[in-house]
């Protein structure tokens, strides 16, 4: 609560989103990928890639969890950049290689890039309206 009075709203909120998304991706990713495993290793090559691109969406998760709460919640620029282009270019790669072609179902697809795109706003607000660290 200490830094909700000293850094504002806006880094909270977006603190809450990015950990939100990171969240979604850790959960998503463990349970497939403990799901992959359970009958061994990979079988074939196909099998090995989805199960690594789960093992990225866990990683990427706890990254997003990591800056969120160590970065974002001081409204920090390194932190806002951080989880602004990375979790935005892994977004857009999902958008575009998964939801786009339809191998993802749209409105499953879109939950992470909606909690992002709020995150990023809330963000760049912060970034404009509240105390900034480095």
């Known amino acids: 609560m200490k ?5 504002g ?10 950990s939100l998304w990171g969240l979604l ?7 497939m990928v403990t799901a992959g495993m359970s009958s ?12 690594m691109f789960f093992v990225c969406a866990a ?13 974002n919640r001081l409204n920090s620029r390194r932190g806002h950049w951080l989880n602004l282009v990375t979790l935005g270019v892994v977004d857009a ?3 575009a290689l998964m939801v786009g072609p339809g191998h993802v179902d749209p409105a499953g697809g879109l939950s992470g890039p909606v909690i992002w795109l709020l995150a990023a ?9 509240e105390p900034v660290s480095t």
């Open 25 to 31: 991706h850790l959960g998503l990713g463990a349970a």
């Open 3 to 7: 830094y909700l009075i000293a850094y």
């Open 40 to 51: 061994g290793p990979p079988a074939d090559e196909a099998a090995a890639e989805s199960l």
């Open 93 to 95: 790669a999902f958008l």
């Open 59 to 71: 990683v990427f998760g706890v990254q997003a969890i990591v800056i969120a709460l160590t970065m």
């Open 121 to 129: 706003i809330a963000s760049t607000v912060a970034q404009r309206r």
């Open 9 to 18: 709203r806006w880094p909270a909120v977006a603190t809450a989103l990015y």
